[in-house]
């Protein structure tokens, strides 16, 4: 069983979007902007970055050894309502989604088993 560690840190300012009209502002997608590091790839063709490039063609590629870990430093603290997971058909079964405000105390929101790939929509 892989098992793979999706870490999210948040740094310690605030992130405010103000909106405009009475409408809530749409989704933002913070891991575009984020910075993805890895304990691991299994080559160069396949670092962290591929994770969150929002190309569905590329990809973050561990080493075949468990445990893994994915971690996106966001910049900033924010708000997270959603995490939204595309596997490829090296998906993990097994994982934990945690976060944490200073990268040194971490916090479990989800802790998967069983996982079957494709796509895992988490909501906070």
């Given at each position: 069983?892989?098992?793979?560690?999706?870490?999210?840190?948040?740094a310690?300012?605030?992130?405010?979007?103000?909106?405009?009209?009475?409408a809530?502002?749409?989704?933002?997608?913070?891991?575009?902007?984020?910075?993805?590091?890895?304990?691991?790839?299994e080559?160069?063709?396949?670092?962290?970055?591929?994770?969150?490039?929002?190309?569905?063609?590329?990809?973050?590629?561990?080493?075949?050894?468990?445990?893994?870990?994915?971690?996106?430093?966001?910049?900033?603290?924010?708000?997270?309502?959603?995490?939204?997971?595309?596997?490829?058909?090296?998906?993990?079964?097994?994982?934990t989604?945690?976060?944490?405000?200073n990268?040194?105390?971490?916090?479990?929101?989800?802790?998967?088993?069983?996982?079957?790939?494709?796509?895992?929509?988490?909501?906070?």
């Amino acid at each position: 069983m892989r098992k793979l560690a999706v870490l999210v840190v948040l740094a310690a300012a605030a992130l405010v979007a103000p909106s405009l009209s009475g409408a809530d502002p749409a989704p933002v997608n913070l891991a575009r902007n984020a910075v993805a590091m890895a304990t691991s790839v299994e080559s160069s063709a396949y670092p962290a970055s591929n994770a969150i490039d929002g190309d569905t063609t590329t990809r973050w590629s561990s080493a075949f050894a468990d445990p893994q870990t994915l971690t996106l430093d966001l910049g900033a603290r924010s708000s997270i309502s959603e995490i939204k997971l595309t596997w490829e058909p090296a998906f993990a079964s097994a994982y934990t989604l945690d976060v944490s405000d200073n990268g040194a105390d971490w916090t479990t929101v989800e802790n998967i088993t069983g996982g079957d790939g494709g796509t895992d929509d988490y909501t906070g």
